[in-house]
């Protein structure tokens, strides 16, 4: 370094510095900057300033200041020049400090980017690869498991239709005593076990009886003959067996007559609207509690008013439906609404209970139960008395089977014979309710 510059030559080393490094920001600066020693010129700028301006308030001369400056600048440089080379380029010096950290900041964020997004670039061998490492149920016991529930399922449909028929089947026979203890006895003898026989003494307490549904038909005895009472109303297959009995006693000699005390619909004479409530009934429980679950998250005190006004209103549009617009169903109006209703309102609050209380899996568990517990053996279509033994009374203590008597009672038997569903529709509905406020308490205890 120079100490001897003379005041004279200041100005122009001034001009020399601010050429090199580029800086036009200074008017007085014209002049090309003299060569380092290895020959390359410098490129820093610095302001010329009049000599006046950069002389030194503390008496240190300005060249050694502004030598010392140039010094800390070419460290600077060489420290930039390090760090670019360690992320695979070289930055050039004439480059400010701040553009250099920010774009190296920039290609970290970019780098980083790229590995976080290379996991979308993998193949679909990899993705095999990833889900063969997953843990799952194995393959053998996945077929199984699907074949043994398609069994259960074939087993639940095909059995009650294969093996239901007349057994323990209840009927009335009434008349003199001697003539019915003759016709009871011949039942007995050609068709053991198929009629649960009631006597009355009149052919009018039989026929009574059959329309508050505590027998599904009758034979009357008197003196003209017998008279076949049959209740197509409460399932065909029962006329049909009475149509037999009356066939065997017309081939004995006996004038035989028949009467249908309580009569299908003229516009349902084979009760089919009756069958194909059954799956609307199940539909309708299920949706329900579905939709309640998952819109109305953590307020029960909601779902439980959302299923009581989506049971009162479906029961009554059904009610309209099959009462008013297709005159499939006689009964009472409401007596129709209720028992719809009830049926939805039991089988969501179980199924939705259910599911307050296992999660998920709840609906799994309350869908089988309903489809394909309770539905094949619920007797809506022929009655629970045509269900094998002890499957027919099974199915009138679970929801499906009590819904349907209770629609079948209010269609056509004015309400007669209900009570029991009634009570196990409420017995159902009470404890789903139940099962979604112990869930609820399970929640506020955690």
Same mark, same amino acid.
């Given at each position: 370094?120079?100490?001897? $510059?003379?005041? +004279?030559?200041?100005?122009?080393?001034? !001009?020399?510095?601010?050429?090199?490094?580029?800086?036009?920001?200074?008017?007085?600066?014209?002049? &090309?900057?003299?060569?380092?020693?290895?020959?390359?010129?410098?490129?820093?700028?610095?302001?010329?300033?009049?000599?006046?301006?950069?002389?030194?308030?503390?008496?240190?001369?300005?060249?050694? @200041?502004?030598?010392? @400056?140039?010094?800390?600048?070419?460290?600077?440089?060489?420290?930039?020049?390090? @760090? +670019?080379?360690?992320?695979?380029?070289?930055?050039?010096?004439?480059?400010?400090?701040?553009?250099?950290?920010?774009?190296?900041?920039?290609?970290?964020?970019?780098?980083?980017?790229?590995?976080?997004?290379?996991?979308?670039?993998?193949?679909?061998?990899?993705?095999?690869?990833?889900?063969?490492?997953?843990?799952?149920?194995?393959?053998?016991?996945?077929?199984?498991?699907?074949?043994?529930?398609?069994?259960?399922?074939?087993?639940?449909?095909?059995?009650?239709?294969?093996?239901?028929?007349?057994?323990?089947?209840?009927i009335a026979v009434s008349g003199p005593q001697q003539a019915v203890s003759t016709v009871q006895?011949?039942?007995?003898?050609?068709?053991?076990?198929?009629?649960?026989?009631?006597?009355?003494?009149?052919?009018?307490?039989?026929?009574?009886?059959?329309?508050?549904?505590?027998?599904?038909?009758?034979?009357?005895? *008197? !003196?003209?003959?017998?008279?076949?009472?049959?209740?197509?109303?409460?399932?065909?297959?029962?006329?049909?067996?009475?149509?037999?009995?009356?066939?065997?006693?017309?081939?004995?000699?006996?004038?035989?007559?028949?009467?249908?005390?309580?009569?299908?619909?003229?516009?349902?004479?084979?009760?089919?609207?009756?069958?194909?409530?059954?799956?609307?009934? $199940?539909?309708g429980g299920m949706a329900t509690s579905a939709a309640m679950f998952f819109t109305l998250r *953590?307020? &029960?005190?909601?779902?439980?008013?959302?299923?009581?006004?989506?049971?009162?209103?479906?029961?009554?549009?059904?009610?309209?439906?099959?009462?008013?617009?297709?005159?499939?169903?006689?009964?009472?109006?409401?007596?129709?609404?209720?028992?719809? *209703?009830?049926? $939805?309102?039991?089988?969501?609050?179980?199924?939705?209970?259910?599911?307050?209380?296992?999660?998920?899996?709840?609906?799994?568990?309350?869908?089988?139960?309903?489809?394909?517990?309770?539905?094949?053996?619920?007797?809506?279509?022929?009655?629970?008395?045509?269900?094998?033994?002890?499957?027919?009374?099974?199915?009138?203590?679970?929801?499906?089977?009590?819904?349907?008597?209770?629609?079948?009672?209010?269609?056509?038997?004015?309400?007669?014979?209900?009570?029991?569903?009634?009570?196990?529709?409420?017995?159902?509905?009470?404890? *789903?309710?139940?099962?979604?406020?112990?869930? !609820?308490?399970?929640?506020t205890t955690h």
């Amino acid at each position: 370094m120079r100490d001897d $510059i003379t005041p +004279d030559e200041t100005p122009r080393r001034g !001009k020399h510095l601010a050429s090199n490094r580029g800086d036009h920001a200074s008017t007085n600066a014209t002049d &090309t900057a003299p060569t380092s020693a290895g020959g390359a010129p410098r490129h820093m700028a610095v302001n010329a300033t009049p000599a006046a301006n950069v002389a030194s308030t503390d008496g240190e001369p300005t060249d050694a @200041r502004v030598d010392t @400056r140039e010094r800390g600048v070419d460290q600077d440089r060489t420290a930039v020049t390090d @760090r +670019d080379e360690t992320v695979g380029r070289t930055t050039t010096h004439d480059e400010p400090l701040s553009r250099t950290a920010a774009r190296e900041e920039r290609d970290g964020h970019s780098t980083r980017t790229s590995e976080r997004d290379g996991d979308d670039h993998i193949t679909d061998d990899e993705t095999d690869d990833k889900a063969t490492k997953r843990k799952g149920p194995p393959l053998l016991a996945l077929i199984l498991g699907l074949s043994v529930v398609v069994s259960l399922m074939l087993l639940a449909f095909a059995t009650p239709a294969v093996k239901s028929g007349a057994k323990d089947m209840p009927i009335a026979v009434s008349g003199p005593q001697q003539a019915v203890s003759t016709v009871q006895a011949q039942l007995e003898k050609r068709s053991p076990g198929t009629f649960d026989v009631t006597t009355f003494s009149s052919a009018d307490e039989a026929a009574d009886a059959i329309k508050e549904r505590d027998v599904v038909g009758g034979i009357a005895l *008197g !003196k003209d003959g017998a008279t076949i009472q049959t209740a197509s109303a409460a399932g065909a297959p029962y006329s049909n067996v009475l149509k037999g009995v009356g066939a065997g006693l017309e081939k004995q000699g006996q004038k035989v007559t028949y009467t249908d005390v309580v009569p299908l619909p003229k516009h349902d004479p084979t009760g089919a609207a009756m069958t194909a409530a059954a799956l609307p009934l $199940i539909f309708g429980g299920m949706a329900t509690s579905a939709a309640m679950f998952f819109t109305l998250r *953590g307020s &029960t005190g909601r779902r439980f008013i959302g299923i009581i006004g989506v049971a009162a209103v479906a029961g009554l549009a059904a009610s309209a439906i099959l009462h008013f617009w297709l005159d499939v169903m006689e009964g009472s109006f409401w007596l129709l609404a209720a028992s719809v *209703g009830m049926g $939805i309102a039991a089988i969501a609050f179980t199924v939705i209970g259910l599911a307050k209380n296992l999660g998920q899996a709840g609906f799994g568990l309350g869908a089988l139960i309903m489809f394909f517990l309770s539905n094949p053996i619920s007797g809506i279509a022929t009655g629970p008395s045509w269900l094998p033994s002890p499957w027919g009374a099974i199915g009138q203590l679970m929801p499906v089977g009590a819904a349907g008597t209770a629609l079948r009672s209010s269609a056509y038997f004015d309400g007669h014979g209900a009570k029991h569903a009634w009570i196990v529709l409420a017995c159902w509905a009470l404890g *789903g309710a139940l099962l979604m406020a112990l869930g !609820k308490a399970r929640k506020t205890t955690h």
